[in-house]
């Protein structure tokens, strides 16, 4: 097994390892307790101590090892690295040790001979080998270079393995393509570009499957220990990245010797509606729950812990929905506690109204709810706009009783115009939770779990809106919401089926991404119009305030992460309709 070809060690260090008399520091440290250590010794070279395979075949052994400390471990051990400690490519040519107080003796660059056991530090395939129970240790020299291994993506596992607790250096083009986490210090790098969900641009079947196990080689997550990151956004351009490849949470993570410092970003602008146009936007909160909705009563099944977060919540969204200006919003993952004063829909209300812009309502259907779930769908609209004509709408049919939640839908009239439209709001069945069996399994075809779900809403929903359209007079329709499929999947390719244009592919072009999932980009929040609707669109975009930018920091804009996914924007002139409908 062969590492890229542009993998090379620098070994020029690697003599100062042999302890010979010409180098005079060799004896300058004490031993440890359990007797004299010489510099000179016989040692067992580190790479034998790795071997070919995830685990040591040495577990258990005691071991004298020689080897230059690379990085010390908060407090836990070190990095020890023997450059050149043997010929093949396919064993790592360093450990771990396990000792928090010798970690305190000890630094970067100095050579170190050391005695104990070899052990598999975790559980599973990815343990991290390690010298534990030091029982003897000696100082042999200082001030080494430290060694690096020039490596480049993709990498696969026993590549990883092969490269486990060495130092490496990413000299390539690489993207920071997971920044979910930055607040930790951790960010998924990746190489190509921004890796994509595969499903996103190509159809679902078995090869599907197979490029999505591909797509994590070409990535590598990253820990930096610093407390001050400097916030990157997905996509940024990073380059010249140093660590030790080590692990963490049973997974090869690179440790990083500095914070990851990525080519300037600007953050996304968003053009106001023009004069006449309606503005629409369907948006997924990330669970606005309000608690008791008097500033107690958190933690709640989900969303804020606690009030100051619920607060620091609304902020965000607010800022979000100020910046859109939109007149109608359709929003998903709503707190399902009806519309009474103290209800989350009333709280986001008040944000709305508190937004600057017109005077702002609620569709309130006469069941009181939108389904049984914890989580549903709303309409918010305002009334200086348009005004709603006829009853609110749930559709509970079968696929809506236990699956995926119901939609609402509501017909407006536009003030200006007098034009009618349709509006329907879903948030269709997610990929969590699989069964162990059936249709609604993972058929690994890159759709995942209740994929037959899905496309069974989907086409309920396009069946229930022409027939509500025709029995409200108008062929003007619009389905929003987050459909929890990515976009070459069977659900989109439902409602495209069924006569729905699919309006930000039309509008804005291909790619696109609404989410970022494991470091991969795709779409799962849509805006699809009927045939009749789509003279009047006149702009359609998703907005990348949040899936592409961190949680649990100060970022340039107030507005930024206030969900994990995108708000898709629609604008409408719709005095270039047909005023027959």
């Given at each position: 097994?062969?590492?890229?070809?542009?993998?090379r060690?620098?070994v020029?260090?690697?003599?100062?390892?042999?302890?010979?008399g010409?180098?005079?520091?060799?004896?300058?440290?004490?031993?440890?307790?359990?007797?004299v250590?010489q510099c000179?010794?016989?040692?067992?070279?580190i790479?034998a101590?790795?071997?070919d395979?995830?685990?040591?075949t040495m577990?258990?052994?005691?071991?004298?090892?020689r080897?230059?400390?690379t990085r010390?471990?908060s407090g836990?051990?070190?990095?020890?690295?023997?450059p050149?400690?043997?010929?093949s490519?396919?064993?790592?040519?360093a450990?771990?040790?396990?000792?928090?107080d010798?970690s305190h003796?000890?630094?970067?660059g100095?050579?170190?001979v050391?005695?104990?056991?070899v052990?598999?530090l975790?559980?599973?395939r990815n343990t991290?080998?390690?010298?534990?129970g030091?029982?003897?240790?000696?100082?042999?020299d200082?001030g080494?270079?430290?060694?690096?291994?020039?490596?480049e993506?993709?990498?696969?596992?026993?590549?990883?393995?092969?490269?486990?607790?060495?130092r490496i250096?990413l000299?390539q083009?690489?993207?920071?393509?997971?920044?979910?986490?930055?607040?930790r210090?951790?960010v998924?790098?990746?190489?190509?570009?921004?890796l994509r969900?595969?499903?996103?641009?190509?159809?679902?079947?078995?090869a599907?499957a197979?490029?999505?196990?591909?797509?994590w080689?070409?990535?590598l997550r990253t820990v930096s220990s610093?407390?001050n990151?400097?916030?990157?956004?997905?996509?940024?351009?990073v380059s010249?990245?140093?660590g030790?490849?080590?692990?963490?949470?049973?997974?090869?993570?690179l440790?990083l010797?500095?914070?990851l410092?990525g080519?300037?970003?600007?953050?996304?602008?968003?053009?106001?509606?023009?004069k006449?146009?309606?503005?629409?936007?369907?948006?997924n909160?990330?669970?606005f729950?309000?608690?008791d909705?008097?500033g107690d009563g958190f933690?709640?099944?989900?969303?804020?812990?606690?009030?100051?977060?619920?607060l620091a919540?609304s902020?965000?969204?607010r800022?979000?929905i100020?910046?859109?200006?939109?007149?109608l919003l359709?929003?998903q993952?709503?707190?399902?506690?009806?519309?009474g004063p103290?209800?989350a829909a009333r709280?986001?209300l008040?944000l709305?109204n508190k937004?600057?812009?017109?005077?702002?309502?609620?569709?309130?259907?006469s069941?009181g709810?939108v389904?049984?779930?914890v989580?549903t769908?709303g309409l918010?609209?305002?009334a200086?706009?348009?005004?709603?004509t006829?009853?609110?709408?749930i559709l509970?049919?079968a696929?809506?009783?236990?699956i995926?939640?119901q939609?609402l839908?509501?017909?407006?009239q536009?003030?200006l115009?007098?034009?009618?439209?349709?509006v329907?709001?879903n948030?269709?069945?997610?990929?969590?939770?699989?069964?162990d069996?059936?249709?609604n399994?993972?058929?690994h075809?890159?759709?995942?779990?209740?994929?037959?779900a899905?496309v069974?809403?989907?086409k309920?929903?396009?069946?229930w809106?022409?027939?509500?359209?025709?029995k409200s007079?108008?062929?003007?329709?619009?389905?929003?919401?987050?459909?929890?499929?990515?976009?070459?999947?069977?659900p989109i390719r439902?409602?495209?089926?069924?006569?729905f244009?699919?309006?930000?592919e039309?509008?804005a072009g291909?790619?696109?991404h609404?989410?970022?999932?494991?470091?991969?980009?795709?779409?799962l929040?849509?805006a699809f119009?009927?045939?009749?609707?789509?003279p009047a669109?006149?702009?359609?975009?998703?907005?990348?305030?949040?899936?592409?930018?961190p949680q649990?920091?100060?970022?340039?804009?107030?507005?930024?992460?206030s969900?994990d996914?995108?708000?898709?924007?629609?604008?409408?002139?719709?005095s270039?309709l047909?005023t027959?409908?």
């Open positions: 097994m062969k590492l890229p070809a542009t993998l060690v620098t020029a260090i690697a003599s100062a390892l042999l302890c010979t010409l180098l005079t520091s060799c004896d300058q440290s004490d031993s440890g307790s359990a007797g250590i000179n010794a016989e040692t067992t070279p790479a101590i790795q071997g395979q995830y685990t040591s577990v258990g052994s005691e071991v004298l090892i080897g230059i400390i010390l471990q836990t051990g070190f990095y020890i690295e023997q050149g400690s043997d010929k490519r396919a064993s790592s040519n450990l771990f040790v396990e000792d928090p010798l003796k000890v630094s970067a100095q050579v170190l050391l005695s104990g056991q052990s598999e975790g559980k599973a991290l080998t390690a010298i534990t030091v029982s003897r240790h000696k100082l042999c200082e080494i270079d430290l060694p690096q291994t020039l490596v993506l993709p990498l696969n596992s026993r590549q990883r393995e092969a490269l486990e607790s060495m250096i000299d083009q690489l993207i920071s393509s997971d920044v979910y986490n930055l607040y210090g951790e998924t790098l990746s190489a190509k570009g921004g969900v595969f499903t996103e641009d190509n159809q679902p079947g078995p599907a197979q490029a999505a196990k591909k797509n080689k070409w990535t610093e407390p990151q400097p916030v990157l956004r997905y996509g940024t351009e010249y990245t140093t030790i490849m080590g692990n963490k949470g049973g997974r090869p993570v440790l010797e500095q914070p410092i080519k300037p970003f600007s953050s996304p602008t968003l053009a106001p509606p023009q006449g146009n309606i503005r629409l936007a369907s948006f909160l990330l669970n729950f309000n608690g909705g008097r933690p709640t099944q989900r969303g804020a812990t606690n009030h100051d977060d619920f919540q902020g965000r969204i800022s979000a100020s910046h859109i200006e939109p007149h359709a929003v993952e709503l707190e399902n506690d009806g519309f103290r209800s709280s986001l008040s709305l937004s600057g812009h017109g005077s702002w309502t609620v569709i309130e259907p069941s709810r389904g049984e779930d989580i769908v918010f609209y305002r200086d706009t348009m005004t709603p006829g009853p609110a709408h509970d049919s696929p809506f009783r236990k995926s939640r939609p839908a509501q017909v407006f536009d003030n115009t007098g034009q009618r439209f349709l329907a709001v948030h269709l069945k997610s990929k969590g939770s699989c069964p069996s059936g249709e399994s993972d058929q075809d890159g759709q995942s779990c209740w994929n037959p899905r069974a809403a989907a309920a929903v396009s069946d809106v022409k027939e509500l359209a025709v007079g108008t062929n003007h329709v619009l389905i929003l919401g987050d459909m929890n499929a990515w976009r070459k999947e069977d439902t409602f495209k089926s069924q006569g244009a699919e309006l930000v039309q509008f291909l790619p696109q609404s989410y970022i999932y494991w470091g991969a980009a795709g779409t929040d849509y119009a009927s045939t009749a609707l789509l669109v006149s702009h359609a975009e998703i907005w990348h305030i949040n899936s592409d930018w649990g920091m100060d970022l340039p804009d107030p507005w930024l992460r969900s996914h995108d708000p898709v924007i629609v604008d409408l002139d719709l270039q047909d027959s409908n």
